[in-house]
């Protein structure tokens, strides 16, 4: 066991907020600082086959962005083609996500100083009918960073997910105001807000970026000097 490491699991405001655009900046952030770094993507479901197996876009980019290189199912033991809750696609696909699997088959590397774990949907996303994701993440003891999708509603969204990783006991390392989808009416109160409503540090705000903005430069938005 490595005394040093840590681990945090990224987790989101909703899904398609922001967690693996978040995470790649993040882990270029990590690399930049010299940490061994390494992104997993335990469960997903949305892939397609490359090279005749099938792979998905969020664990090819933080296995890309990650300055520790590992195998994509070391990233990625559970991946199911559906872009629908996980629970489903695997019970679609004939088999079934539990705590317990999670347990057994997601190997965190021991010489990595650092851990990203990217969650799938939001904080309660379902493994099955009795378990959530967080279930695992409170078993595992995980840090939570949390990514806040920066649109209406998400003050709402943000502090529930806060409440559930505080009365877990978990610690919340930080979180991020990402803008996904450009413009948001009064963002800057927004973000007070939720500064003011939240404990633990802000990492960033991230606005939304062009696509000429690789994961490198949107890494100089966040600050992960309390992550290292
Ligand atoms: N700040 C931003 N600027 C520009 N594009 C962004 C920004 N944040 C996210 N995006 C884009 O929005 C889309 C959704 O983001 P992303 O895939 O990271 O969401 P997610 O929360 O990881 O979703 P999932 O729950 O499926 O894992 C992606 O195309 C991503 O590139
Ligand atoms: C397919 C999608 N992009 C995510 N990977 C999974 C989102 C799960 C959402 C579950 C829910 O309804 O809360
Ligand atoms: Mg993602």
Known sequence: MNKGQRKFFVTGTDTEIGKT?????????????GKKAAGLKPIAS?????????KNED????????????????????CFEPAIAPHIAAD????????????NSVIIPDDAETVLIEGA???????NNQE????????????????????????????????????????????VANFPVG?????????????????????????QQDASQDADSVSQLLDVSSLL
Request: a neutral charge.
């Open 21 to 33: 655009f978040i995470s790649a900046a993040l882990l270029r952030a990590l690399a930049h600082k």
């Open 46 to 54: 949305d892939a397609q086959p490359v090279q005749g197996i099938m």
């Open 59 to 78: 664990a090819l980019e933080l296995q890309k962005a990650a300055s520790m290189s590992l195998s994509y199912s070391e990233i990625n033991p559970f």
């Open 92 to 103: 679609l696909a004939g088999t079934s996500l539990s705590v317990e699997r999670l347990q």
């Open 121 to 127: 949907g939001g904080w309660l996303t379902p493994l």
């Open 132 to 175: 959530t994701y967080a279930d695992w993440v409170e078993q595992s003891g995980f840090e939570v960073i949390l990514v806040v999708g920066m649109k209406l509603g998400c003050l709402n969204h943000a502090m529930l997910s806060v409440r559930d990783i505080e009365r877990r006991g978990l610690k919340l390392a930080g979180w």
């Open 183 to 207: 413009k948001m009416n009064m963002a800057e109160d927004n973000v007070q807000w939720l500064k003011s409503n939240i404990e633990a540090p802000c990492l960033g705000i991230v606005p």
